[in-house]
Nanobody, 119 residues
Framework: QVQLVESGGGSVQAGDSLRLSCAAS????????MAWFRQAPGKEREFVAR????????EYADSVKGRFTISKDNTRNTLYLQMNRLKVEDTAVYYC????????????WGQGTQVTVSS
């Protein structure tokens, strides 16, 4: 079992920054990658960013590339998402997730943290 707890969400204005955290516990250390997803009201959940737990390679959605940075602290078992130059369209519930394989669905999900960006 893996437990994921997100934090750091809030209400900000366009152009501001936020940093989300995802504290992991359980056997996540054998995971292949961890990722951030988001879901806006009335929309499908979408991929935001991914990072391999044992390496540093990352992947981003085009909509956040250059503004968001995914990172991890293996010593603290924590995943981060630094979000800069936030836009109104970034408003969503943000979820972290872990996957034990190199492809396919993610195996465990956190409960989500709300990010609201106003103009």
């Amino acid at each position: 079992q893996v437990q994921l707890v997100e934090s750091g969400g809030g209400s900000v204005q366009a152009g501001d920054s936020l940093r989300l955290s995802c504290a992991a516990s359980g056997r996540f250390y054998s995971s292949f990658s961890m990722a951030w997803f988001r879901q806006a009201p009335g929309k499908e959940r979408e991929f935001v960013a991914r990072i391999r737990w044992s390496a540093a390679d990352t992947e981003y959605a085009d909509s956040v590339k250059g503004r968001f940075t995914i990172s991890k602290d293996n010593t603290r078992n924590t995943l981060y998402l630094q979000m800069n130059r936030l836009k109104v369209e970034d408003t969503a519930v943000y979820y972290c997730a872990v996957r034990f394989s190199s492809a396919g669905q993610y195996d465990y999900w956190g409960q989500g943290t709300q990010v609201t960006v106003s103009s």
